[in-house]
């Protein structure tokens, strides 16, 4: 069973930094495609970063130049790396694995951009 715990969230200034952790069990993230998605209050969600078997990273244009995924896989752990935070920036961010060409998500946790 795959399971996928998200973690690092919080209130951050405009401007400011977070890094999100997503522990995950049941599967090695070194096999497969990771990602991150986030959800804003009235809004669809949205496909802000990944990163495939080889290490290619991709990114929305909404965060590119500002966020970085990586991965570790002797801890079987993804990051994000979340620089220059905007207040459109709050969301709850979600972890995913894909298996089979569909994502499963964690449960997510909340980041909020404010002053």
Same mark, same amino acid.
């Given at each position: 069973?795959?399971?996928?715990?998200? +973690?690092?969230?919080?209130?951050?200034?405009?401007?400011? +930094?977070?890094?999100? %952790?997503?522990?995950? %069990?049941?599967?090695?993230?070194?096999?497969?495609?990771?990602?991150? %998605?986030?959800? !804003?209050?009235?809004?669809?969600?949205?496909?802000? !970063? %990944?990163?495939?078997?080889?290490?290619?990273?991709?990114?929305?244009?909404?965060?590119?130049?500002?966020?970085?995924?990586?991965?570790?896989?002797?801890?079987?752990?993804?990051?994000?790396?979340?620089?220059?935070?905007?207040?459109?920036?709050?969301?709850?961010?979600?972890?995913?694995?894909?298996? +089979?060409?569909?994502?499963?998500?964690?449960?997510?946790?909340?980041?909020?951009?404010?002053?």
């Amino acid at each position: 069973q795959v399971q996928l715990v998200e +973690s690092g969230g919080g209130l951050v200034q405009p401007g400011g +930094s977070l890094t999100l %952790s997503c522990v995950v %069990s049941g599967i090695r993230v070194s096999f497969y495609s990771v990602g991150w %998605s986030r959800q !804003a209050p009235g809004k669809q969600r949205e496909l802000v !970063a %990944s990163i495939n078997i080889a290490g290619r990273t991709s990114y929305s244009d909404s965060v590119k130049g500002r966020f970085t995924i990586s991965k570790d896989n002797a801890k079987n752990t993804v990051y994000l790396q979340m620089n220059s935070l905007k207040p459109e920036d709050t969301a709850v961010y979600y972890c995913g694995v894909r298996v +089979s060409g569909t994502f499963r998500w964690g449960q997510g946790t909340q980041v909020t951009v404010s002053s």
